[in-house]
Each structure stands twice: as structure tokens, then as C-alpha cells.
């Protein structure tokens, strides 16, 4: 029998969705080695109740009616794999971190505006284990089939545990950071992506979020010494993955949110 | 006596959203479109920000409109910064807009509308049924996000587009691939309208619609700078606010758009209705063929105009790349950003319709104030009246 997958979206742009269609080449293969279960954005004939071998789950959770979605799938799944950089990290969303949800509502809706349930937005291992992430925001292609390919042979998928810079360094493409003085986010960065930003001369902006010991101290000393600004690098950081710099900076790495 | 359905889920859409309809004796009585997508509020989230990482951030948006958000946020911010780009630019940003109106339309009138109307639950049981048509518009697909990706680098949230330029031009390989790749895809399209040609589409709304749309500039179907409505209103949109007039509603975490108080339907459909004439060639003919009357009364005829926008654009990115092609790209680096105070709005056409956005910027370029509205935001509305009006 196939295995059974669910493919769930929380808070986000439904990158992860688009990038499992994306994959215009193997769908159908795919779709000959799993059983898609349960996949509201693709079918109208779900079973929302099974249990599931794998759930891929992309997406923060920001509100009360996502956390409880987000435990129902854990309950049902034995495993539970986080896609994208949002469900990982927390994201784009995330990116103030909760500091004023409030505010932010009133401005963009209006003072006075309805009730909402909207929360902080958090990665999903701030409530359910999650068993394997396939960080980017994407996730690149390649990362899902991999992955897809790991978990039909009963291995579970890594991320990589170095950083942008390495694949830089292995396309032989000049240094934007060193070389050029542009404020680029590759060496704290996981990488994946093959360093596809600095390949058209633009700097990584940490899309997938801190790569594993990022050595936020080494990072900064790099900036210390050049002329860019530490805060457009580390800021840059901050846009996909405030909630892990927030909890960095309480805890054992005290130069990773201080500069931020 | 009085019956409420309620759709807690709406299935093969992008986001969450449900329907609640009350029925009466012989009318729908209530009609509640109820998105209930995690709030984000990224116009709050781009303050403070420096106006050079807004377009990153607010392609999050959307996905399967990162191209189009991207660019229209870097449309806004040169306007605000007084910048104007090349000739060359505005070309190669219009291919990319081509790329995704390839995709996104292939991907909703082929993997997500017409597995109902053939029933079926999802494009994958279609796939079963009938593995040609899937293969033709995964083929499709697969050639919008071809385009995206030599273009900005990234089929979703792309990488190259920057203030001024790109990051990159695409090489002449680039562009000859692209060529022989699009000139398949007029195949497909003349496969893919036999099929739709055998498709009937659903008449369960007969209702006026009220449309708008960008009156196109030049050459260019989805850029403008004045956005028309069918009954005669004109708009230009640095004023897009008088158009909109956005408010909060309780049942739904999208924002109301009305224009004077009435509803209006941006995208596919409405972009015909009122530039229809733009429209020719390979386009024109499936047109013709598809057997779509405009002005339509039928809501669900927007998948028709979305093929056709398809075909044109496979014929207007073949256009583009040919002539590049002959007339060879000319290496230019990005126009310089000078950094000042300023304000700026830009709106283009996406491929579900009208997209706006708008930023102030303070002296250091940093954003005061962000305003997005989004196509499927302005639609809310008519969705729910075209629903209104549906017979029970």
C-alpha cells in the first residue's frame, strides 16, 4: 500500500504549495509513489480524519484557529515535516516578532476595526515536534523530491548544515561581501539554494533562514572590518527568522540579536 | 422556511476562506465570503524598513504573484525616489509578466477549475482520466514559470529584479531556449483549446458584472497608469484610493472594496470586457472559437477569458523574445538609486486583476507608510453579490 500524505498550509504565501505543483516533471511520478490524502489546496475529496505516514506542513501559526489545526494534524501524522522557511523559522511574518500585533492591526485595518484572531506568528516547533525541515522560502524543488525520495526509503531528510557561502564558493562566484562591500546574509545562511541570489549579483537575504551554529561572532567581526553596515546584514536575518534570533540572543549567543 | 449552508473550507483555492449562504423561500437572503487566512499585516510589517528590502519582502504576499507584487513594489519605489528605468527594463519586466499569466492561468483553468467541470476531486484523479490534458497543462505551467525563472531568477519569490534593473540579464541561450520553448507552447495552446472547446461552463449566475481594469499603455496589456470602469468612470491611480475605499468587515480578514458604494470584478473577464481590441492573432482565433460573448453575465466565464489571456500571452512573450533576440540585449547595469523622501503608488494587472501598491518613504529611504490591495481583496465583494444572485 502507498504510503498516505496530508499537504497543509497555515499562515503564508502558499509557496510551498506552489512549489510541490511546480515540480511539473515528477507530479505524476509522485503521485504514483504516495497517496495524497488530504490536500485542500489541490482536491475537493479529502480525508481530513485518517492517519497519515508523513504530514507536510508549510507555514506560521498566527492565530488560535491554526494552533488547533496544526495539533489535529500532529495527532493524525507519524511525521511531521515543517516546509519553508515560515514553518521553520516563523518568516516573513514573524519578522517583528510580536512586539506590537496590536498596533500593526490598527494601522493597517483601521482604529475601531473588528475583532480578529490574530496572534504572533511562531515556527511550528514552538508547539508540536516536528520531525524534518526543509527550509527556504521557497523550498527549492529539488529539497521536496530529495526529501520525498529520503522519506518513501524511511530516512528522514536533512538540511544542509553549511552555509550559502559554500555553494558560493563552489559555483566559483565572486564575493559580494568581501570582494564588493555588499551587505550579503550567505555566511550565516543554510544553504540549498545552490548561492542562486549572488549568482545574479544580488546578496542573499537569508531566505532560509540561520543555517545550524551559525557563528554570528565571525559574522560580525567580517562587518567590523568592511564597510558595511552590520545592521542591514543581521536586519536582513531578522526578516525570516526573528523568533530563532530573539530566542538566540536570550539565550547561549549573545552577538546573534544584539545588533539587529 | 430559512436554510444556511456553510462551506468551512473552500477546497483547490489559494488561502483559507469558506462561504456562508442563508437561503429563503425562492432567493439567497445572505451571502458571507469568509477569509479567514492568518493575518500577516504586511503593511505594517515593511515600516521602518529600508525601501531597498521592501520588494523582498512583500513578494511573500503571494506566491503565485511574487513576480507581480515584486515589481509593482519596485514600480511604486522608483516613483517615489523619481527614478525612471530603460526602455529595456520595462520590456524585460513585461516578459516576466507574460511568464505569469502563463502560469497562473494554467494552473487555475487546468489543475484547479476544470477538474469540476469534467468532475473530478483534483487535477491528480483528471490525471487518471485523462494523462494527455494534465501532461499539456503541466507543459503550460511549466512554461510560465520557464519565463519567471530566466527573467527574475526564481519561479516564486524571484531574486533578480532591483531598483533600477536586474541583477542579471538573461543571455542569448536564455533567450533562444525561451524561443523554442514558447513556440511549443502555441501547440499546446491549440491543443488545450480543443479541449476547453469540448468543456461546458456552468450558467448557474446570470448577473451584471461590473468590471475595471488598467487602460494599457502602449504595447504593454497589464501596465497603466489610469484604471477604467465599465460604466464609464475613469481613475488615475496615484488617486486608486477613491476606487477602492477599503473597510473592515467582521466576517472576513480581507478588506471590502466598493466604488461609490457598488461592487466591481478586476482579473481575467474584466480585462477583456473593456480592452478586449488589444486582443489578436492566436489569441483572437481561440477567442472566437471558446465561444465567449462579452460583456458576459456569468461570473464562471472568467476561466474562458483566462485561457485566452494565456494564448496572448504565449504569442506576446514569443513577440518580445524575438525582437530581443534580433536586437540583442543591451548591457545595462541598474539605473543608480539616490536616495530622498518621497511617495509613490503604482498599479499593474496581475493575472486575477488589479494590483496596487503605494509607499512613503522618509529622507533615509526607510517606508513611513505601505499600502497593498490586492486583485482578490477588490473582488471579495462581487463575489459575494454574483453568489447573491445565483438562483437556489
Not at chain 1, 109 to 130: E, N
Not at chain 2, 154 to 181: E, I, M, Q, W
Not at chain 2, 189 to 201: I, S
Not at chain 2, 210 to 230: I, M, N, Q, W, Y
Amino acid at each position: 500500500m502507498k504510503p498516505k500524505i496530508g499537504i497543509f498550509g497555515l499562515s503564508g504565501c502558499w509557496g510551498e504549495q506552489i512549489v510541490i505543483l511546480n515540480c511539473e516533471d515528477d507530479l505524476l511520478t509522485i503521485v504514483g509513489a504516495v497517496d495524497i490524502v488530504d490536500f485542500l489546496g489541490g482536491s475537493s475529496r479529502n480525508d481530513e480524519e485518517g492517519p497519515l505516514a508523513v504530514a507536510f506542513v508549510e507555514g506560521s501559526v498566527g492565530s488560535a484557529r491554526q494552533e488547533a489545526s496544526l495539533a489535529r494534524v500532529r495527532e493524525r501524522s507519524a511525521l511531521l515535516v515543517a516546509c519553508g522557511t515560515c514553518a521553520c523559522f516563523g518568516g516573513i511574518s514573524a519578522m517583528d516578532a510580536g512586539s506590537t500585533r496590536e498596533q500593526m492591526a490598527s494601522a493597517v485595518y483601521g482604529a475601531g476595526h473588528p475583532v480578529y484572531d490574530v496572534a504572533p506568528h511562531r515556527p511550528l516547533a514552538d508547539f508540536v515536534k516536528v520531525d524534518a525541515a526543509i527550509p527556504g522560502c521557497p523550498m527549492e524543488k529539488d529539497e521536496f523530491l530529495r526529501a520525498v525520495t529520503a522519506l518513501l526509503n524511511g530516512d528522514l531528510p536533512q538540511p544542509a548544515a553549511y552555509p550559502v557561502c559554500a555553494d558560493c564558493k563552489w559555483r566559483e562566484q565572486d564575493c559580494l561581501l568581501v570582494s564588493r562591500g555588499i551587505a550579503c546574509a550567505g555566511p550565516v545562511t543554510t544553504a540549498g539554494c545552490g548561492a542562486r541570489c549572488p549568482g545574479f549579483n544580488v546578496p542573499c537575504i537569508g531566505c532560509r533562514g540561520p543555517v545550524d551554529e551559525a557563528n554570528f561572532g565571525s559574522m560580525a567581526e567580517i562587518l567590523r572590518t568592511s564597510a558595511v553596515p552590520q545592521e542591514r546584514v543581521l536586519g536582513r536575518l531578522r526578516m525570516f527568522a526573528a523568533p530563532y534570533l530573539d530566542k538566540e540572543s536570550a539565550g547561549s549567543n549573545p552577538t546573534a540579536g544584539a545588533h539587529v | 422556511m430559512s436554510r444556511t449552508i456553510v462551506v468551512e473550507h473552500l477546497a483547490r483555492i489559494e488561502g483559507h476562506a469558506g462561504i456562508t449562504v442563508v437561503l429563503g423561500n425562492d432567493r439567497v437572503e445572505r451571502v458571507e465570503f469568509n477569509v479567514v487566512e492568518g493575518i500577516r499585516l504586511f503593511e505594517g510589517l515593511v515600516c521602518g524598513r529600508h525601501c531597498v528590502d521592501v520588494p523582498g519582502i512583500v513578494s511573500r504576499i503571494c506566491a503565485i504573484c511574487s513576480h507581480g507584487h515584486t515589481i509593482t513594489a519596485l514600480s511604486a519605489i522608483e516613483r517615489a525616489l523619481g527614478m525612471t528605468v530603460s526602455a529595456q527594463t520595462r520590456t524585460l519586466r513585461d516578459l516576466a509578466f507574460q511568464g505569469a499569466s502563463i502560469e497562473s492561468h494554467a494552473l487555475h483553468v487546468f489543475c484547479l477549475a476544470l477538474p469540476d467541470l469534467l468532475g473530478h476531486p483534483s487535477v491528480v484523479s483528471l490525471a487518471g482520466a485523462n494523462p494527455a490534458a494534465v501532461g499539456m497543462a503541466l507543459r503550460l505551467k511549466k512554461l510560465g514559470n520557464t519565463i519567471q525563472e530566466i527573467v527574475g531568477g526564481r519561479a516564486v519569490h524571484p531574486v533578480n529584479y532591483v531598483l533600477g534593473g536586474f541583477g542579471r540579464l538573461p543571455s542569448t541561450d536564455d533567450l533562444l531556449l525561451l524561443k523554442a520553448a514558447l513556440e511549443a507552447g502555441l501547440n499546446d495552446c491549440a491543443a488545450a483549446l480543443a479541449l476547453l472547446c469540448t468543456v461546458a461552463v456552468p450558467a448557474f449566475v446570470n448577473e451584471p458584472i461590473r468590471c475595471a481594469a488598467l487602460v494599457p499603455k502602449d504595447e504593454a496589456f497589464f501596465f497603466g497608469d489610469t484604471v477604467r470602469l465599465s460604466d464609464g468612470f475613469e481613475v488615475p491611480v496615484d488617486q486608486y484610493l477613491t476606487l477602492t475605499n477599503e473597510q473592515a468587515v467582521a466576517h472576513s480578514h480581507a478588506k471590502v472594496s466598493l466604488h461609490q458604494g457598488r461592487s466591481f470584478m478586476v482579473g481575467a473577464l474584466a480585462r477583456l470586457t473593456l480592452h478586449g481590441d488589444r486582443i489578436q492573432g492566436a489569441a483572437r482565433q481561440a477567442w472566437n472559437a471558446i465561444g465567449l460573448t462579452l460583456p458576459s453575465t456569468n461570473i464562471v466565464a472568467n476561466n474562458l477569458a483566462q485561457f485566452v489571456e494565456l494564448v496572448y500571452s504565449v504569442e506576446h512573450a514569443l513577440e518580445i523574445v524575438t525582437t530581443l533576440l534580433a536586437r540583442g540585449l543591451a548591457h545595462e547595469p541598474p539605473v543608480p538609486v539616490a536616495i530622498r523622501a518621497g511617495e509613490g503608488a503604482a498599479a499593474t494587472e496581475v493575472p486575477r486583476g488589479t494590483l496596487f501598491h503605494h509607499y512613503v518613504l522618509d529622507a533615509d529611504g526607510c517606508v513611513v507608510a505601505a499600502d497593498v490591495i490586492t486583485p482578490t481583496a477588490q473582488n471579495f465583494s462581487n463575489v459575494e453579490d454574483q453568489l447573491r444572485a445565483t438562483r437556489c
